[in-house]
């Protein structure tokens, strides 16, 4: 049984192509990040496939259901951009009105309740006014009031927006617990790091339209390749003449400073560094890096992800 | 000091809402006062609606009521109905359920007694069935009743005079009989010929006039605190219904918890109806705490009015409640919501008698004031605490804030769907 399917989602509003025929899937127990440039229909797609915005065209089915607009299918959990939670009530009494209005009721409330706030690292601070907490709590608790049904897919809009990077970590561990739990996730991030080193598969979306899909090698295979970045740093710029001989990049906000792209480190590291000191340079420092998310991000976008 | 000019006057031009609150809102509520003080250009003077019963059926009283009809500050309403056969009971209630503020009665042998005594009046008075609730009218009558008696029967009250004259003084010569004779009938001639002039008629002497407390009540200060706890509260209870329902639907679809909510069972009708259930609550619960400190702090007759009070309070907080949804969810945003609510209410407020009780204002503006939530609000309340009515006699209050209710939670309903779906 398919999880969740977007296929060939359109929606424009006025002049705007909110959406462009986007299409994707979202496998049992993954957790998928949703990465695209500001305004690449992101958003619009989480809202839609939570049945808040109307399709013009394409469908979205969820455990094989259409989903219908206006109506949000019940084994959905939703985690909002926004802190959606009432700062005056404490952790508990979130989680408790939320629960009820999922129709948690009897002993199942607090059952929930207490599991949301235990998977969330919130159980020691429950009954403490939601507005005494900080950003990092705030977020935990966004998405303990969204998993605390027991949804079976999660959509989370930037869920790691504006916290310090121990929150952070704390949202994924309790990401990575449900994924293995069997949920499937959904996330929008502008954390490229993030989205490749916490999540299984990533999304490329832009213009809205899908136009990458795949784990990290394979979205590097689709575009940049496996090729290594050397980055060197010299004590003094090389002379212009060499440059050719050498094939390698010059950044252009620092001279001292040569790339070159390898595809067997070993083999072609060692030429290089004779080739500068025969030139006459003097190598301070070498850095040798992978294809990332990033260099695949810009590959396809041509432009870098910023929040 | 320059730049912070700049910068205040560039962010009044780019705000439509500051404009309009800083420049429009004060002209149309001057407007409004001077329409419910002054009077607008071509708007008829403030008239005053009374009863006329004549049980005397004299030459006297015929012409009282007569003259009466022809004045301009009046509004004979019992002319046709006296024809109808309207008596003083009936026009005693017409006072009571606040038909009109006075009824005059021209009581048996009133115009007997006039002609009798003349200058020296009749020993029986006109009776006026006042609601004490209008202090102005029953005042008004009362002056325009010593002016009538003088102006309509001249020639009555000379012959009265004469009568009394020739009691203490002897009887009249042939020919002083007969150059009063001969004058009497120029006197009724000239009789009502100042009828509507303003003229003073009478001079110093006066017809004696009974004013009757119709609503007999026994604490008339206690009810009308009543009225201005009614007229105030509910202002207020718009105030906080918007507040509340602002910050209910808009400032939650700010936070995100409106998206929330709605991904829950709830659904928006649902969610609607609570926000509506608790916005009543809190109205009702704000009236409460109003009155009960008006029975604390001015002896307001709360006790004796439970029913009435709970009626009124229930469907005026209902229909305030699900006003304060519409203007919440037909605002975009909380300044738009502001502007536009503070523009409503005190317009409402001031047209619907919650500043300046609407039987003071002129007629055209006392209709006006019935398309206001408030008028029928604070028409409800007077039932209530002033003509002691039963509970039964608010349906039309009841029924037309029900209905307003009603229609103001369907109009919710359909503005609120631009958050359901985009």
């Known amino acids: ?307 | 000091m320059l730049t912070l000019l700049r910068i205040g006057w560039k962010n009044l031009k780019r705000d439509r809402v500051a404009q309009t609150l800083t420049f429009v809102l004060p002209i149309v509520f001057f407007s409004i006062f001077a329409s419910v003080f002054g009077g607008r250009a071509g708007d008829s003077t403030p008239r005053v609606s009374v009863a006329v019963v004549d049980e005397d059926q004299s030459e006297f009283s015929r012409r009282v009521v007569e003259a009466l009809g022809k004045e301009s500050a009046l509004r004979v309403r019992a002319a046709a109905a006296n024809a109808r056969g309207l008596d003083r009971s009936a026009a005693e209630r017409l006072v009571r359920n606040g038909d009109v503020p006075v009824a005059i009665v021209m009581p048996k042998g009133v115009g007997a007694g006039f002609e009798e005594r003349g200058f020296g009046g009749p020993e029986i008075s006109i009776v006026l069935l006042a609601d004490p609730s209008d202090p102005v009218a029953p005042q008004m009558v009362q002056g325009l009743l010593q002016k009538v008696t003088m102006t309509a029967a001249p020639d009555l009250m000379m012959r009265g005079g004469m009568k009394q004259f020739e009691r203490y003084a002897g009887a009249l010569t042939p020919e002083q009989r007969k150059s009063v004779d001969q004058w009497l009938p120029r006197l009724k001639a000239d009789a009502g010929s100042s009828v509507g002039t303003g003229s003073n008629g009478g001079g110093a002497m006066s017809m004696p006039v009974q004013v009757i407390d119709v609503m007999r009540t026994d604490d008339p200060k206690g009810s009308l605190i009543s009225f201005y706890a009614a007229g105030i509260g509910v202002m207020f209870l718009l105030f906080s219904a918007v507040g509340g329902a602002g910050g209910a639907l808009l400032d939650e679809a700010e936070s995100g918890t409106l998206e929330r909510l709605l991904s829950t069972n709830i659904g928006m009708s649902g969610l609607l109806a609570g926000k509506w259930l608790f916005l009543m609550l809190i109205g009702a619960a704000q009236l409460t705490v109003m009155f009960l400190w008006g029975r604390l702090a001015f002896g307001l007759p709360l006790f004796s009015h439970i029913p009435g009070f709970v009626v009124m309070t229930v469907v005026t907080a209902s229909a305030a409640a699900a006003l304060g949804l519409v203007l919440a969810t037909l605002a975009r945003t909380r300044a738009q919501l502001s502007g536009f609510s503070t523009l409503l209410i005190l317009t409402m407020s001031a047209l619907g008698g919650s500043m300046f009780p609407r039987f003071l204002m002129s007629e055209t503006m006392q209709k006006m004031g019935l398309i206001t939530f408030n008028a029928w609000a604070l028409d409800g309340y007077l039932k209530v605490f002033w003509r002691n009515a039963a509970l039964w006699e608010l349906w039309p209050q009841v029924l037309v804030l029900s209905a307003l209710a009603a229609t103001f939670l369907s109009l919710a309903r359909l503005l609120a769907r631009r958050w359901e779906l985009a």
């Open chain 1, 1 to 307: 049984m398919n999880i969740l399917t977007v296929t060939d989602a359109r929606k424009r509003y006025g002049s705007v192509q909110a959406l462009d025929g986007a299409s994707f899937e979202l496998r049992k127990g993954e957790l998928l990040a949703l990465l695209g440039p500001n305004g690449a229909g992101k958003t619009t797609l989480i809202r839609a496939i939570s049945g808040r915005v109307r399709l013009d065209g394409g469908e979205i089915r969820v455990f094989d259901q259409p989903v219908v607009a206006g109506r949000t299918p019940r084994v959905l959990g939703i985690v909002p951009q926004e802190l959606a939670v009432y700062p005056l009530l404490t952790a508990r009494e979130n989680l408790e009105a939320f629960g009820r209005l999922h129709g948690l009721t009897g002993t199942e409330l607090p059952k929930q309740v207490d599991w949301a706030l235990e998977r969330t690292g919130l159980a020691d601070r429950a009954r403490e006014p939601v507005k005494q907490f900080s950003g990092g709590m705030r977020r935990r608790l966004n998405i303990a009031c969204g998993i605390l049904h027991h949804p079976r897919i999660v959509l989370l809009d930037e869920p790691t927006v504006g916290v310090d990077p121990q929150s952070r970590d704390r949202i994924y561990v309790t990401l990575g617990e449900l994924a293995a739990e069997g949920v499937s996730l959904l996330l929008t991030t502008h954390h490229l790091e993030e989205a490749e080193a916490r999540c299984s598969r990533t999304v490329i979306i832009d213009h809205g339209r899908v136009i990458a899909a795949g784990t990290l090698p394979e979205l590097v295979d689709q575009t940049v390749g496996r090729h290594r970045m050397v980055t060197l740093r010299l004590n003094s710029p090389l002379a212009t003449d060499r440059i050719p001989t050498l094939r390698v990049e010059i950044d252009p906000a620092d001279a001292r400073q040569v790339r070159a792209r390898m595809t067997d480190v070993a083999a072609d590291l060692p030429p290089l560094l004779e080739g500068i000191r025969a030139a006459g340079g003097a190598v301070e420092d070498v850095e040798v890096r992978g294809p990332s998310l990033q260099a695949v991000f810009i590959h396809l976008t041509g432009r870098e992800l910023r929040e």
